[in-house]
């Protein structure tokens, strides 16, 4: 039997090559995506709605099919922190559908004007924002996600190509035919989400090299998934390899401060990327302030792994290699360097760190502005805990995901950021001369 | 001899492997990045300043150089346009050094304050513009361009590596040596600057691998080139392929208007990218319009290929096919197609078009909305031609180019759009619950 995209694909459409049922579901998107570009607000608000009640109705269903995938999982000998991230219950719903109304209750993005200019010939240039056309998100087994992409993407009026982990195969198709399901109902078109849910493995190499149709790809998983959608994918990609963080405690720190910032920055969440992965120390706060920060990240389970220096403050510390400084251990392990001067901080940060989130813990001014200049990356706090880059500590509300490439966006990716633009121009006869 | 990837790497450079030499440069390029992030705008304007009296204290030189280039173009046998646009005179170089006294006076994208909150916990989180990075500029042979880029990219905090056409070499290498020259007593890095000025044809492969030292690539020229730049390039693009720009004269357009503005579109400048290759007309208002249009057009040497209807009301023109309605012609030939109504056109635009310009001309002010959302460009005129695309018209500045693509920058991209943004996030010890 031939491997089929899509179950909502039509039997002829279902029938043809995998190529080519690929490039059909995408000119499906494409088309959606023409009609979403003009859909009301209001029209994609209900859709969200209707789909809060949706997950309501047919809960029974969802969890029925979660439970399948989470059964073949431990059949399949997962992880148990793998299989805890694949599991929905009633709870784990009500939050999905909590994250649906945050978005309904956002701003559209859509049709905003950026800018708006007369120029001296009477031309009124706008730059108006508008969506990017077709979205395809790849993410691995969280069910949850599936929701949140399809309402970021459908919201700032993109259509969506999902492809989710095998694992969560029967949860995401229940989940994705909850939100399908809303879309005529509510004015938009029913191919706006399509879900790949097929388990052929070849369904990603398809999709990513079909530039013109979609025009972003937003990988969501381990590095090893990302860099493959990096070097395949013949059109743009959002996304961010690794977070390995860092929290410098500069000479004039505050120490007590800086030891509620690494404690938090390193354990609040030690599993996600804005975690601190590496505990930089100006030489002469080093003695004052390692013995009394290790001691409470001790407590807390971390094990430090150390450079030279900190090992003469803390000998029963084992030691840290370049591989540890290049390492995101998203576990309760921090490297420790002590530094010379905040020089040497912002060279290491800039040479091992992933552009994501660094943070400088200083009472000086100018050490802080010099930190903020110097450190390339995404977001750099001063006296902050790194575990603030996020949507909505920033303020931009929900996120699907956070780049740390400096084209188009970078830092937490929002409604805003899977919008372009366009410029609008309206003359009254105007040539040019 | 090996060749050599540019004369301004010391000779122990130029002494290894082609592909350890595109290396060093980047590294160097990358280097001088993060100096330049951090330069005053006094000091990139002073170096722009520097850089004007240096092409007048060198012009001999330049033109000395540049008629070797002119030379060698005329031996080879290209054809007389090339070669007008390859040379250079005392004019030239004038308008190259106002082009460098007009980015001199732009304003510095570099470290504005995009945006700011304070967040509920006392957070401020600010949105800062910051530089790109490393940008490659890859063009054909016009030398005026080389000056054109330089300013632009370093004003905006961007490390250049340039690479010319190999007829503009000599004019490239003298027109790089006075900008060059001018850096270091700006007080900006000597490797902001670096040209690749080998006949190796290689060496575009080669900097085209160098993700990670390359933040972008913009390649100007023909179609081929931009072709090939975007298929082997690991890092993103900034482009546009064509400009396939449509001019619709809908049922209630102002007729008179209407013929001034394709007149305009059409033959003030044929060979650029934002004039009209394509006139749409509305069937009721083709048979008042076409023929008057036609004469003018033709008074100007137009030569106008069009549809049976088309052709029904100008007997003599010959049909248009399919490959017509693709077709960039940069010259003097309009195609011609005469439409059901306001969506036929749309339908047109969005099929054949390349997404960079198209106008509608009418009085109808739900036309002109239908028009502009629903055609997918990067810039939609209303009742203007469709010339006035362009950096300078829309106020933005200097250019480096127009963008097709919707991911980062769209349309006209000055000085801001070679900019990325970073978070700087200020605390006083706050940390995540």
Redesign the interface.
Known sequence: MRSTASPSLPSEVQALEPAAQYEELAHRARDAA?KL??VSSAAKNEWLLRSVNGLRSHEAEILEANARDVAQAEADGLAPAQIDRLRLDSNRLATMAAGLREVAALPDPVGRVLER?I?PNG?E?Q?VS?P??VILFIYESRPNVTADAAALCVKSGNALILRGGKEALQSNRAVHAVLQEALLPSGLPADALQLVATPDRSAVGHLLRLEGLI??VIPRGGVGLIRRVAAEARM?VLKHYQGICHVYVDRAA?LD?AC??I???KC?RPGVCNAAECLLVHQEAASAFLPVAAAQLRARGVEIRGCAATQRLLPEVRPATDEDYRTEYLDLILSVKVVDDLEAAVAHI?RFGSGHTDAILTEDQSA?RRF???V??????????T???DGF???LGAEIGIST????A??PCGLRELC??????????????
Chains 1, 2 share one sequence.
């Open positions: 023409r570009a003009e200019s120029r031309l240039v730059k508008v990017l056309g025009d972003l743009p505050d401060m509620r910032i404690v938090n920055a609040q800039n802080a903020t200049t110097a390339d990356s995404a977001a750099v706090m001063v006296n902050a805990s575990r603030f880059h500590e920033f303020g490439d400096k084209m188009h970078r830092g372009s633009y366009k410029y609008v121009v309206f003359g009254n006869g105007q040539v040019r001369s």
